[in-house]
């Protein structure tokens, strides 16, 4: 399936002039200057603007700081800090929260770890659920003040819904039974803490800034063929109708044809950022198309890690590393390691080459294992991967490898956390879709009936379930595991969400307690 997309091109600029650095980076700061201002408006007010729409929260700001900030950047400028501030204002929704609480419990620890001794506590567990009650607070905390009723009484002449019409006398009913002073008393002390905990105002620090430009030209090639510059971008700058114009290099393998930055109407947004003292860069989107799989059905579960192989399929298969590089790597940090007990030791020149030589090769060999994946996938009729979503790394482990480098250090030099990425991009170009689910308890729970115990984890390599004996290799129950969240019904419907596109998944946002629960409710 083709669908219409975005492009993004980088340009770096060429033989720019100190004077014409110095304007961009003038403006740069101007507006950084201004966006850590609207930054303390809102820590300022932050209840005010947390229910605000995007358009609303531009008009407003705009009418604010009339004339401050020209139109080629204003509503750029706005979005970044309306953009930055929708995570605080989800935290504050959250604290805003009433819910009740039962405690069940304790759950103790079954052997000795690093964070506690076998029989120590390891935390409480607690159900929490949402009542009439609760739902009134939450309200008040949000919404409530002095003329609460009478808002409610003329909302109730105007609403239609029956539902709406039972919230808002439920909270009528509460306010009756327990007088509004004594809610709003709750309620507002909750929001206080709420506001004490987030008040602080986000500071931007990047000179980095976007803007837009209506130029019809954005970029054209040098018209004086002597010149060593061969092309420029024109950016609509500070005043009406004024122009910046960036030397910049063009290179056709890379940015494509010249025509592709033509657009009928004459609005690009860019992004300029700082490599160092002398160049800037220029970053465009420009519009084109890519191809995505349709829907596939053939599930395949892949467990990524790095200590027995690189990939482990749930049809039983694996794919390595290559292992004579992974050592000599690790040779030489253990080498580099041991120099740095010396404060003074500063890593030289032929060892650091030596150190990004064998990274190279290993990135380049996990991209060809990953197109062998493919090539076997596609052979074998399997044309839908289920990994775990590893954006926020790899689990904590102190395991290191027979040379002594800890294994998450090895993930974190080979960049495995985005080796999806790397995945995706050769499985499209095979037709092969990609999908990704969350990473807790893959290894820990039984892929057969579904119990989870850190006993089903007697060594790294096998797996034997504590309850009903199922025995295995550890990375293919992990496979299998994986494989299974997509592939049956009630975990894929409670955990994921699904691309629309092209029917992949990913992980809805859950806290890990969360998936736990789904996965114990559904065994």
């Not at 201004?34 to 358009?55: C, G, P, Q, R």
């Not at 805003?96 to 506690?116: M, N, P, S, V």
Request: glycine letters at 4%; charged letters at 30%; hydrophobic letters at 35%.
């Amino acid at each position: 399936m083709v669908v219409d997309s975005f492009y993004v091109k980088s340009f770096v600029s060429d033989i720019l002039t100190p004077s014409k650095y110095k304007e961009v980076l003038d403006q740069a700061t101007i507006l950084n200057i201004h966006k850590n201002k609207v930054s303390i408006e809102v820590a300022n007010n932050l209840f005010f603007y947390m229910d605000m729409t995007k358009f609303n929260f531009l008009k407003y700001m705009r009418s604010l700081y009339t004339g401050i900030i020209g139109s080629n950047f204003d509503a750029q400028l706005y979005t970044d800090v309306y953009n930055a501030y929708q995570n605080k204002f989800d935290g504050i929704n959250r604290s805003l929260t009433f819910e009740k609480i039962e405690y069940l419990g304790i759950e103790l620890y079954k052997k000795d770890t690093k964070e506690g001794k076998k029989g120590d506590i390891k935390k409480v567990i607690k159900k929490k659920s949402k009542t009439e009650l609760s739902i009134t607070l939450t309200y008040l905390a949000r919404y409530g003040n002095l003329d609460t009723i009478e808002y409610i009484q003329n909302q109730l002449k105007l609403e239609t819904k029956k539902d709406k019409i039972m919230f808002y006398n439920n909270i009528l009913n509460h306010i009756e039974k327990f007088t509004l002073d004594r809610l709003l008393k709750l309620a507002m002390s909750k929001k206080e803490q709420a506001y004490i905990k987030y008040s602080n105002p986000i500071e931007f620090k990047s000179l980095t800034f976007r803007g837009r430009s209506r130029k019809g030209e954005i970029i054209g090639f040098n018209k004086n063929f002597n010149s060593i510059i061969n092309s420029f971008i024109n950016l609509s700058w500070l005043e009406r109708g004024s122009t910046m114009s960036i030397p910049v290099k063009y290179h056709k393998g890379y940015h494509g044809d010249m025509i592709n930055y033509s657009k009928k109407s004459n609005d690009y947004e860019y992004v300029i950022s700082f490599i160092d003292e002398e160049q800037i860069k220029i970053t465009l989107s420009i519009s084109g198309e890519r191809y995505i799989p349709e829907n596939k059905t053939n599930y395949v579960g892949i467990d990524v890690n790095i200590k027995h192989n690189m990939f482990a399929l749930s049809t039983g298969d694996t794919f390595d590393y290559n292992r004579t590089l992974i050592d000599k790597l690790s040779k030489e940090l253990i080498k580099i390691d041991n120099l740095k007990k010396d404060k003074e030791y500063k890593i030289g020149k032929k060892r650091e080459n030596l150190i990004n030589s064998l990274k190279l090769k290993l990135k380049k060999d996990i991209e060809y294992k990953c197109y062998l994946l493919c090539i076997y996938l596609k052979e074998n009729g399997l044309d839908h991967i289920v990994m775990e979503d590893l954006q926020n790394g790899f689990g904590r482990t102190h395991v290191k490898n027979e040379i002594g480098i800890n294994y998450n250090r090895l993930m974190s030099i080979l960049n495995m956390s985005s080796i999806k990425d790397v995945i995706e991009h050769i499985a499209h170009k095979h037709d092969i879709n990609v999908s990704t689910v969350h990473s807790a308890y893959t290894s820990k729970a039984c892929s057969v009936c579904g119990c989870i115990s850190d006993d089903n984890r007697q060594s790294q390599e096998h797996f034997k379930c504590v309850e009903c004996g199922n025995e295995l290799n550890a990375d293919l129950n992990a496979a299998l595991n994986i494989k299974n969240r997509v592939v049956k019904a009630v975990l894929c419907n409670n955990l994921l969400k699904q691309n629309t596109d092209n029917g992949t998944f990913k992980p809805k946002i859950l806290e890990r307690s969360k998936v736990k629960d789904v996965l114990l409710s559904f065994r």
